[in-house]
């Protein structure tokens, strides 16, 4: 899916309207099929930009146009079926805690299913074997029944991720996808991403905060801060300088990707009742 960013502001509807906004002024194109990598520091309009391409947030200012439409002007019917090409996998993934793990995963088919076949996938999975097999793409086969609220919380985002492989959208927007996993799964898992993503001829769109797994991984690399594009380049000519200038005053962010050291995946959280 081609996408075009023209002179495009977004502000969070929650905020202030003396804050600035989260994006500003920001020009980008992409073509389809590419695979591309949002570097920045904390808060610099990484997730912003991603609900921005999700239609889950429209543009205050300037232009947004997905496969040369603006959604914006979209009947609700359109509206919709555009968002069904549009697969967005939040840093942390809405999981049903008590759904099995093949469930959560075929639910990546829901846009293109009708209502009696989606309420149908709840109780009878329709493609178990399309589950299993995008499962072990992030070394999560064995999970396949398990249920969600027995994973670790890096298991969680990997299931999250499991489900674009199935989905039938042209455009995969990424938040924050390695956050919860140690270096070796973080590895895998930006390899299925982005070597199946090529594959298929999918647009993908990322936010990381590992340098290191970006400049490894993406062919281009858009680096933002504040809201506003500071490079837009080749992997091969992200510079040390130029990262030390995009991080410049958050120099402890970049030191700890840099040395990010490998630890265990921590387990869920356990959630205690009183009455």
């Known amino acids: 899916m081609n996408i075009s960013l023209h002179s495009l502001e977004a502000r969070h509807p929650a905020a202030l309207s003396c804050a600035p906004a ?50 914006w002007t979209l009947p609700a019917r359109a509206l919709r079926r555009l968002r069904g090409q549009l697969f967005l996998a939040p840093q942390v993934p809405p999981l049903p805690p008590r759904q099995r793990v093949v469930t959560s995963v075929l639910a990546g088919r829901l846009p293109a299913m009708g209502l009696w076949a989606s309420l149908r996938s709840l109780f009878y999975p329709a493609d178990i074997p399309a589950a299993y097999a995008a499962l072990v793409h992030f070394d999560l086969g064995d999970k396949l029944f398990e249920r ?75 680096g933002l801060r504040d809201g506003q594009l500071v490079f837009d380049l080749p992997a091969a000519q992200v510079s040390p300088e130029r990262l030390a200038h995009l991080y410049d005053q958050y120099e402890h962010e970049l030191r700890s990707e840099a040395l990010q050291v490998a630890t265990p995946e921590a387990p869920a959280p356990v959630v205690m009742h009183c009455r």
Not at 42 to 68: F, R
Not at 172 to 184: K, V
């Open 148 to 222: 969600v609220d027995r994973l670790s919380g890096g298991e969680r985002q990997r299931v999250g991720l499991a489900r674009a492989l199935l989905t039938p959208a042209s455009l995969w927007l990424i938040d924050e996808p390695l956050s919860a996993l140690d270096p070796m799964r973080a590895r895998m898992a930006m390899s299925a991403l982005v070597g199946l993503a090529r594959e298929r001829q999918v647009t993908l769109v990322a936010t990381l905060h590992q340098v290191d797994m970006a400049l490894a991984h993406f062919p281009r690399i858009i």
């Open 22 to 71: 989260a994006l500003r002024t920001l020009n980008l194109q992409l073509v389809a099929g590419e695979q591309v990598a949002i570097i920045g520091p904390s808060g610099a309009g990484k997730t912003s930009l991603l609900q921005v391409l999700a239609c889950a947030q429209p543009p205050t200012q300037g232009q947004l146009q997905l496969a040369g439409v603006n959604p």
